[in-house]
């Protein structure tokens, strides 16, 4: 059986007496059926990864003794910032889900004119939270310790107005460019992957990501789905620059 991890969102420490909420306990209890004795992994993204026991548990919550710090080595090098066009439900939700997996340390979800997805401030702050549980849920299954940052959603034209200006290269995919993402020069630590959602960007978008220094790019001669168009992408730019580029990059829990 794989080694359970739990996600905290709060600091750790070792001989810290950690209790969990309801939810949490029921996760524990119910879904992965541990028993007070039983061995896990906590995690937060200050604190890094602990050893851990149960030492309680009921239906309204349970309480863990932590103990000795985790040597880990899952993050990668190579700070993927991917700014995804919003698609419909299970489609978002594995672009995240996978996005997590391969190392992406932040995902802005934004609005464009091609898109299916409306959302409201209301709704969009929900989407928002419900996106940061699945990108924690598999940082839990793949053994990060720090789950990328999910922005809420907001339209592409303002997210350009208040773009942050520390990637190395910006890139855009576009069907049909000349350019293949694989072709490009290694950045230095950062790289930020703008892509569209269903429908693809407009002709507007694509001016806009201009003016703002995205360089297009593309995956091939292939039209890919959105949800496969930034699986590949981040896939491409950890192997080619990242830490699926070496031999051994895929670290396993140190005990």
Sequence with gaps: MAFTRLFI?????????LALDREQAHYIGRALRLRVGDALAVFSAESGEFDATVTSISKNGATLAVGAAVATATE???KVHLVQGVSRGERMDLVVQKSTELGVKRITPVLTEYGVVRLDS???EKRRDHWQKIAESAAEQCGRTRPPLIDAPLPLKSWFGEKPGDADVDLVLQPGSSTALASLPAPKTKVCLLIGPEGGF??????????????????????????????AAVSVAQSLWGDLAAPGATASRKN
């Design 9 to 17: 969102r709060s600091e750790l420490r070792s001989g810290q007496e």
């Design 202 to 231: 407009s002709d507007n978008e694509y001016d806009d990501a201009g003016v703002s220094g995205f360089q297009p790019v593309s995956l091939g001669p292939r039209i890919l789905r959105t949800e496969t168009a930034a699986i």
């Design 76 to 78: 990668s090098a190579l």
């Design 122 to 124: 209301d709704r969009a």
